[in-house]
């Protein structure tokens, strides 16, 4: 299990656009439950929380666009970024702590307490299953 208990994320996206589709993800999370996002412009920083805890699950830094996320434990953290992956197919590169490579697309929810031990709640599952959802089109191109 040595590297298994983590996972690492790394951005080629810009700080605005990684928040732009962070931000999409959690407009369909808020359409079951409540999140809140917190932007310092002038620190690029953004939090983002579920309105029931007063901490912060993932902060995303302009100066660091790469970080690490718990598997074992709160699951939000990684639910987003994987939403982030779907809504902007290769802004996020995802891996375990040893290295090995995660392909978010093949994340299934189905299967979600295999990769996430702890994401038991039937709402965790409702949030891997609206983080995964095709985003939405733009307005205003022809069809």
Do not use: Y
Not at 69 to 96: T, Y
């Amino acid at each position: 299990m040595n590297g298994l208990n983590e996972f690492m994320w790394k951005s080629s996206l810009d700080w605005r656009s990684l928040i732009a589709a962070a931000e999409a993800v959690i407009a369909r999370w808020n359409t079951i439950t409540k999140f809140e996002t917190k932007t310092d412009q002038r620190e690029h920083i953004w939090t983002v929380r579920h309105s029931s805890n007063a901490l912060p699950f993932l902060v995303l830094n302009g100066d660091s666009l790469r970080g690490s996320v718990p598997r074992i434990g709160n699951p939000m953290p990684f639910l987003l970024l994987i939403g982030v992956c779907h809504q902007n197919p290769g802004a996020v590169e995802l891996s375990f702590a040893n290295g090995q490579k995660i392909d978010p697309a093949r994340f299934d929810p189905a299967d979600l307490t295999s990769l996430l031990p702890h994401a038991t709640h039937a709402a965790h599952r409702k949030l891997a299953e609206l983080a995964v959802q095709a985003a939405a089109p733009a307005s205003g191109v022809a069809t």
